[in-house]
């Protein structure tokens, strides 16, 4: 239950003072005439509103919800478990589930919102969505809680495989600046995905989703680790955001140093996927409805 | 003042779809109170003019104000209700989730126990919506309308593909929300709909308002009869200086005349009295189609 109760409740059975049948042409009582009384509902709340109804309905769909939190946890137990060189050793063990980790948050993040949205947008229930009081933004902000809890769920399974099947080992403190530092740079592909959403049907979303998530994640080391790459690849790797998001994740977690072009790529990314997020939406705030 | 601005302000409105015309210079004022029809056949701009005034679309020129605000700003829209097509519902959220999520949006809403016995949704409240039948669907998208104590309710069909008695408890459920003061505006293209439900008609076809009025002085109007003769060559000139036909046609496959008027027993008798040879008389009613048409005719002359 997400209640920050300030005001009327939205679901608190009250029964008010003021009768439900006013007469033609008034007001709703107790407020400060019509004119001072148009405050919609704060954001926050409506955030959490909107949040608290996503959350439900993603997780009713529970195959939806399996698919793309745990693929990541088992590419580890198949890929990395095995493999004593790695598992075995407390830094690679580490740097692999890290890798694995941004591929759960970019997966994630490019499924939920690329397919997601560009779903409900086909649902009628989204024109309506839009005649009551709230403006796009308590909207947006509730998806994106959404889409960080969905990210969560799919690192929870690696942290788990890595904790006790592996070697990995970090110290609590780091964990937690880690996981913030993952979630950081799961924002572009947050962008991405909702710039999917926006601009694509749903048919066309899912298929561009995933023609986008699995090279980035090859393409970015977070399969294999770039050593393994040819010089060319390697080059290449370098200006994409997922390698970037490797590039900054992955020496928090093992306690090495970050370096400048990958936070400089990632940052030149979010502000591209950012315009794109914003040009998209709003031209389909115009097409949308024929 | 806002308070004093009525709900519904539509001002020389034009709306395309690309090369068509959806709504074409249309003007249209809702009072505080008013219970309004919007009659008219598929396509005629209806559910245009509702995205409209609850801020959907935007208009290609014009003004649209909902209670004095521009209905695209989120803070006009605290006063108006609306409903989701029945087909829209979010199928794995339950009944009362659906209603409290829309509750959610409104400073004062109803209580959604309160919201859902008025509808008969109560015994349906962990139901999922995706296993609701139609009717139930229907019951629950007009509820949501109700959710936030509206002052204006917008309602785009909301008995299309309803049994009889799921239609008159909604019916009843309108009435008794008009008569705590809402305002209500429906739309329809049955005639028997807008005859139950409005005491004010706007009849709209292609864009154009053609008929705005009281439900008597509309329907009127409206609700015509249809005359089927044949009449030999030499007497057709005769049929032309008859008195209440207000369309005149001629059935493409019998070659019979149709005339449409709104008092068939008056048209008969003057067409007997002034000794018209006529045989092969039939007489029905007119669909609102070729009510609408016969509208357009005079009103809109090509």
């Keep these: 239950m997400t209640t920050i109760d300030r005001g009327p409740g939205p679901t608190t059975g009250r029964t008010t003072g003021t009768t439900a049948g006013t007469t033609t042409g008034t007001a709703p009582t107790g407020r400060g005439g019509p004119a001072r009384g148009r405050a919609t509902v704060p954001t926050l709340r409506l955030a959490l509103l909107h949040f608290r109804y996503g959350f439900l309905e993603t997780i009713r769909v529970p195959i939806a919800v399996v698919g793309t939190t745990v693929f990541p946890a088992l590419a580890l137990l198949f890929f990395v478990v095995p493999q004593e060189a790695v598992a075995g050793n407390p830094v690679a063990a580490t740097a692999s589930s890290a890798q694995l980790a941004v591929f759960a948050v970019m997966s994630t993040c490019i499924f939920t919102y690329g397919i997601g949205v560009a779903e409900d947008r086909a649902l009628p229930f989204d024109p309506y969505v839009r005649t009551l009081p709230a403006g796009p933004a308590p909207r947006m902000a509730g998806r994106v809680m959404t889409g960080t809890v969905f990210a969560f769920l799919g690192v929870l399974p690696i942290l788990l495989v890595a904790a006790f099947l592996t070697e990995a080992s970090i110290p609590v403190l780091r964990l937690v600046v880690a996981l913030v530092t993952l979630m950081v740079a799961g924002v572009p592909f947050l962008l991405l995905g909702l710039s999917i959403g926006y601009a694509l049907s749903a048919k066309a979303a899912t298929a561009i989703a995933q023609v986008v998530v699995f090279p980035l994640a090859f393409a970015g080391g977070l399969f294999m680790p770039p050593e393994a790459f040819p010089g060319w690849l390697d080059t290449l790797s370098t200006w994409l955001p997922s390698r970037a998001a490797r590039d900054v994740v992955l020496p928090v977690a093992t306690g090495g140093d970050v370096g400048v072009q990958a936070v400089a790529v990632l940052v030149a990314w979010t502000v591209v996927f950012a315009v794109l997020v914003t040009v998209v939406y709003r031209r389909d705030e115009g097409r949308r409805f024929r | ?302």
């Design chain 2, 1 to 302: 003042m806002t308070s004093t601005a009525p709900p519904v302000e539509v001002d020389r409105v034009t709306r395309r779809f690309d090369a068509t015309v959806a709504l074409d210079d249309v003007s249209l004022t809702v009072q505080e109170g008013e219970l309004v029809g919007l009659l008219g056949p598929n396509g005629a701009g209806k559910t245009t003019l509702l995205s409209l005034v609850s801020g959907v679309r935007r208009a290609d020129s014009g003004t649209v104000r909902l209670f004095g605000g521009d209905p695209r700003d989120a803070s006009s829209r605290i006063h108006l209700g609306t409903t989701p097509q029945e087909t829209g519902l979010p199928p794995t959220l339950r009944v009362r989730e659906v209603a409290e999520f829309v509750a959610g949006h409104y400073p004062d809403p109803l209580p959604t126990g309160e919201l859902l016995e008025t509808f008969g949704l109560t015994e349906l409240a962990q139901r999922q919506t995706g296993g609701l039948s139609g009717g139930q669907k229907r019951r629950l998208a007009v509820a949501l309308a109700m959710a936030g104590r509206p002052r204006l309710v917008l309602l785009d069909e909301p008995t299309t593909g309803l049994d009889v008695d799921a239609r008159h408890v909604l019916w009843d459920a309108l009435r008794s929300f008009h008569a705590r003061g809402v305002t209500v505006v429906v739309t329809s293209h049955y005639l028997e709909e807008i005859e139950a439900l409005a005491e004010r008609v706007v009849v709209v076809d292609r864009g154009h308002v053609l008929a705005d009025g009281a439900l008597r002085d509309v329907v009127g109007r409206v609700h015509l009869r249809r005359v089927t003769l044949a009449v030999p060559a030499d007497s057709e000139e005769r049929l032309d200086r008859l008195d209440g036909v207000v369309g005149r046609d001629t059935d493409p496959v019998s070659g019979r005349h149709v005339l449409l008027t709104p008092d068939a027993d008056a048209l008969v008798r003057e067409v007997v009295t002034a000794g018209v040879p006529f045989h092969d008389l039939e007489v029905r009613s007119a669909s609102l189609e070729e009510a609408f048409l016969s509208l357009t005719r005079r009103e809109v002359p090509a």
